[in-house]
């Protein structure tokens, strides 16, 4: 079983930068799909990034491509969500997450297996 801790998050004004980090423990020896998810009051939870199990696939959703950007250090056992140019539609709960059987990036919350608790990201305009 793999655990994930997310951290990162905060409060930053339109235009602002942050970095969010997913830390995983457990089962980390080999390497898993993962993606980050968020999920604005009264919304369904949203696909953001996603990355394959070799690595060599990363997806963004059209809404943050060019703006946000996923990458994975193996060796840390840690994904990052590196999110520039932020508005406030980007406001949301950012959660990190594991498919264990995927091999390609999956875009589906209903894929993945393993969640973090999720941090707050709040852009002010």
């Known amino acids: 079983q793999v655990q994930l801790v997310e951290s990162g998050g905060g409060l930053v004004q339109a235009g602002g930068s942050l970095r969010l980090s997913c830390a995983a423990s457990g089962r980390t020896f080999s390497p898993y799909a993962m993606g980050w998810f968020r999920q604005a009051p009264g919304k369904d939870r949203e696909f953001v990034a996603a990355?394959?199990?070799?690595?060599?696939?990363?997806r963004h959703a059209d809404s943050v491509r060019g703006r946000f950007t996923l990458s994975r250090d193996g060796a840390k056992n840690t994904m990052y969500l590196q999110m520039n140019s932020l508005k406030p539609e980007d406001t949301a709960i950012y959660y990190c997450?594991?498919?264990?059987?995927?091999?390609?990036?999956?875009?589906?919350?209903?894929?993945?297996?393993?969640w973090g608790q999720g941090t707050q990201v709040t852009v002010s305009s």
């Open positions: 990355i394959s199990r070799s690595g060599l696939t990363i």
């Open positions: 997450g594991a498919c264990v059987s995927c091999v390609m990036a999956p875009s589906h919350s209903s894929e993945y297996n393993e």
